[in-house]
């Protein structure tokens, strides 16, 4: 319980009150505490052995979420993941410190004002909902005043953050010579070079050229290393065909889901509830006038669309508005209506036709996904089975024969595009077949479609260079496209030399106007735009060598930026701010550190290292 609690301390101060404008959160730190085991300390204030976990174990989680893929400890510790959760507890350990030392603290009016503005705890008018505010707090096992003094102490460390990096702001001179970097634009002319322009055609290669073209490129022409491995699977779908099903289990399946095969009309809808009737009306009027839309006036109430949103509802849903919400032939707004909540508008985004879709319809979709349904629980209850037979020594090919399980073999490199329907293509199987060795007993392991598999590693092929013979066509094909990018740079070289000396454009330059840093250049190689940045004297030209292209780019003009117009004045604004920002991050940096060395930082490693163990 202990655990919870904490845990729902950072998720509600945190995540639900959004407490960052310059937050904590802004420079790396969070807010932590309770817990009974400490892994360290600042000073007299405590780092417990609960924040470190729950605070690694969320870093984990939001690693997984942007990327899909789960983490283990060992990827997180090559990462530095650990390290950096444990500098973002010493630097909030730190401010928790230095307040308690020069007597900073929050009044009651603070606390309370700060709980009123949490969206977490408005209730359907948009104000503070005290009942919201009670269920939430139950919800992550808090009491009121646990969660306050939490609160307290988070807003003290915030008003020291302010106290120190608030009201810096960017020198003019920086903001000015970078919107002036970001805004210039450039005028180029380019022309590519390719090989019809050659003088002569590429010469036909001799046989020693090409065997010496290999030899120095074998690394082109070196096959990975291949493993050589004998497998058995089975999965769900491989054994569908197999599973006998009767009318019975069909119609239960249906029953099942019932919601994907009969659904009344529903429609995608929001509500807004208003203070009065008249207040409704007014809105409603604008909307129809068309001056101001639905969302407007809930932004007004300090929500956020999604904050109205009632979702995919039927009309019963709705009680007493259902019948006028669904007398709407197309997605509009209808109201002012009577709710249980007061007079509101509803915003109608979208009408879902009803499904009715018989049992006799849907009896052929049904088989098929009772059939990998069934399959999947059959070779969940023979694991068992299957696994007591290879820790009892059976190879490979006994299991297969004395079970439902099939065998197979393949050659396997990494990297490797495999075959459709090909075992190399589930991701637990790549992963096995690329940790195995040689020593290894075949064990049981699961795919992500409920199917098993076992493998045993045959023999390891290293990567070795393939013959001349047997790679001829692709040495004589790789050879002729770098001889004729060597002779295109050649030639562009004097065709270089020649314009520069002419000095006025030709028929074969395509030019373009006002390109900027992070725009582009149509038809030509990303590379060319950033080559022409590069470029100082209108005249100069340049060999862009990108994408096994070869480009002339000719700079005719430079073009400085001004300041003066509206949209230069964003640009520089945004430019002010991050340079602050960075200014900001950078001197509560320093602070920080300071801090931590005023007040001395103690951690102990081997409860670190005993939590870093069980966290998974």
Known sequence: ?????????STIVWVLMGLMVLGLGGFGVTSFSGGSTSIGSVGDTT?????YARALRNQMNAYQQQTGQPMSMAQAQAMGLPQAVQSQLVTA????????RIGVAVGDEKVRQTILEAPAFRGPTGSFDRAAYAEVLRRENLSEAEFEREVRTDEARLLIQRAVAGGVSAPEAAVETTAKWILERRDVAWRELTADMLPAPVAEPDEETLKAWHSANADRFTAPELRKITYVWLTPEILAPEVQLDDAALRAAYDANIDEYQRPERRLVSRLVFPSAEEAQAAKAQIDAGTAPFESFVIERGLQPE?????EVAQADLGAAGEAVFALEQPGVVGPLQTDLGPALFSVHAILNPVNIPFEEAQQDLRAEAALDRAARTIEDRMAEYEDLLAGGATLEQVAEETELELGTIEWSAGATPEEGSIAGYQAFQDRAAEATEADFPELASLDDGGVFALRLDEIVPPTLRPFEEVRDEVEADWRRAETHRQLL????????????????TPEWTEVEDITRDGWIENAPADAVARAFTMTDPGEIEIVDAENRVILLRLDAVDQADLAGEDAQRITDAVGDRLAQSLQSDLFD????????????????SAINAINAQVQ
Do not use: C, F
Request: hydrophobic letters at 40%; glycine letters at 6%; a negative charge.
């Open 1 to 9: 319980m202990k655990n919870l609690r904490t845990h729902g301390k």
């Open 47 to 51: 780092i417990t052995a609960d924040d």
């Open 93 to 100: 350990a730190a401010l928790e410190e230095q307040a308690r």
């Open 307 to 311: 904050d109205a949103e009632l979702g």
């Open 490 to 505: 050649a030639l562009a070289a004097e065709q270089r030399l020649t314009a520069e000396a002419q000095g006025q454009p």
């Open 590 to 605: 320093y602070y920080a550190r300071a801090v931590q060395r005023e007040a001395g930082i103690s951690l102990d490693q």
